[in-house]
C-alpha cells in the first residue's frame, strides 16, 4: 500500500484529471505529489489552487532534467496525452516520445509501480491520429515489463473541466435559448472523473496487479436530460429549445465560418449522434469504490465552492 508520505510523480498532472487526482490525493492526506507539464497556464492554475504540490514545467518529449524527480518515486501516474491537433508531429511527441522518456526514468530509477491513463479509443475501429497514437502508447507500457494497470476511460467531466459539460454550462449561462438537434434523445454514458480518480487512488493504495481495466459511465443519460441537469444545478435561466437536425447542421456549418476553432462542430454533431454504448464492468465493487449517481455529480462540478469555478486552458 502507498503510503501518504509516498513520492508520486504525475507527468501531465496539470489537465482535467491531474487536477482533479491532485485535489483528491491532497484530501487524502498525500504530501509529496510531483506534476511534471508543460501546459504553463494550467500549470499557474496549479499552483495556485495546490500551493504545496511541486509543479514543474516540463516537456516530457525530450530527455531533460524533470528525470531527476524520478529518483526515490514509489509510484507514476501517466497522464500526458495529445488529444486534438491537425499534425501527427504533436501526437508522436506527446503520446509516444513522451511515453518512451517516462518508461526510461521509471526503469532508471527502480520505481515499482505505475498506472497507466490510456483511453476508451484504444477498442475504436477510428484512423485518425488521437486513436493510432493512444494505441501505439498502450503497446508500449504493456510491453515495457513495468508492473501497471492501464485504465481505459470515457469521455469525463467533473471540476475544472473547460470543455464537454463545462463548456456547455458557460453557454448556457450566456444565452436565452440553448438549442437542441432533433429529439435530442442521444445516449451518453459521463464518466465523472472524481470517480475515475478514486479508482486511480485505489490502484495506488491497493497496488492493483496488471491488468487492463475499462472505466466507463455506469449510467446511460439522454443529452436533453444531461442539459436540464446542468440547467437544474447552475440554475440558468435559458430555455431548452429543440430545433430540427438539418437546421442545428447548418447553423454549426456557418458558426464555423467565422470562428477557426468553434467549440462545437459539426463532426462532433455526428459523433453526439452516433449512439455509441461502451461496455460497462463493475469498476466499482473491483476497486471498491463508490459510483456517485450522475445527478449529485453534476451538483458537486458546478456547486464546489473552491474547485467549481476554475476552468483551464485548451
Known amino acids: 500500500m502507498t503510503s501518504t508520505a509516498a513520492k ?10 491531474g487536477q482533479n487526482l491532485v485535489a483528491r490525493l491532497r484530501a487524502r492526506g498525500y504530501t ?25 514545467y516540463a516537456d516530457l518529449a525530450e530527455p531533460g532534467d524533470w528525470a531527476r524527480h524520478f529518483e526515490g518515486a514509489e509510484a507514476v501516474v501517466m497522464l500526458q496525452a495529445q488529444i486534438g491537433g491537425p499534425v501527427w508531429d504533436d501526437f508522436q511527441r506527446n503520446n509516444i516520445d513522451a511515453t518512451r522518456h517516462i518508461l526510461d526514468a521509471i526503469r532508471a530509477n527502480s520505481v515499482p509501480y505505475l498506472v497507466h491513463i490510456s483511453s476508451s479509443v484504444v477498442d475504436s475501429v477510428a484512423d485518425d491520429f488521437y486513436t493510432n497514437s493512444k494505441k501505439l502508447q498502450e503497446t508500449m507500457v504493456l510491453e515495457s515489463g513495468i508492473r501497471c494497470p492501464v485504465l481505459r476511460p470515457t469521455l469525463m467531466f467533473g471540476w475544472f473541466d473547460r470543455k464537454h459539460l463545462g463548456w456547455l454550462s458557460r453557454f448556457m449561462a450566456r444565452v436565452p435559448v440553448f438549442p437542441i438537434p432533433g429529439h435530442g434523445r442521444y445516449m451518453r454514458q459521463p464518466l465523472y472523473v472524481g470517480d475515475f480518480c478514486n479508482v486511480i487512488i485505489s490502484c495506488l493504495e491497493r497496488r492493483v496487479p496488471d491488468g487492463i481495466f475499462k472505466i466507463s459511465g455506469h449510467e446511460k443519460v439522454d443529452y436533453i436530460d444531461i442539459i436540464r441537469e446542468i440547467k437544474r444545478a447552475t440554475n440558468a435561466r435559458a430555455a431548452i429549445v429543440r430545433i430540427p437536425y438539418s437546421l442545428f447542421h447548418v447553423l454549426l456549418s456557418t458558426w464555423a465560418l467565422f470562428d477557426r476553432n468553434p467549440p462545437f462542430t459539426t463532426q462532433q454533431l455526428a459523433a453526439l449522434t452516433a449512439r455509441d454504448e461502451f461496455e460497462i464492468i463493475d469498476w466499482p465493487g473491483l476497486f471498491g469504490v463508490r459510483r456517485t449517481p450522475f445527478a449529485e455529480a453534476v451538483h458537486e462540478t458546478f456547486n464546489d465552492p473552491t474547485y467549481g469555478p476554475v476552468a483551464l486552458e485548451f
Open 8 to 17: 508520486i510523480i504525475l507527468p501531465g498532472g496539470a489537465g482535467l484529471v
Open 32 to 56: 509529496n505529489l510531483v506534476v511534471l507539464d508543460k501546459h504553463r497556464t494550467n500549470l499557474e492554475i496549479l499552483k495556485r489552487v495546490q500551493p504545496d504540490v511541486v509543479a514543474e
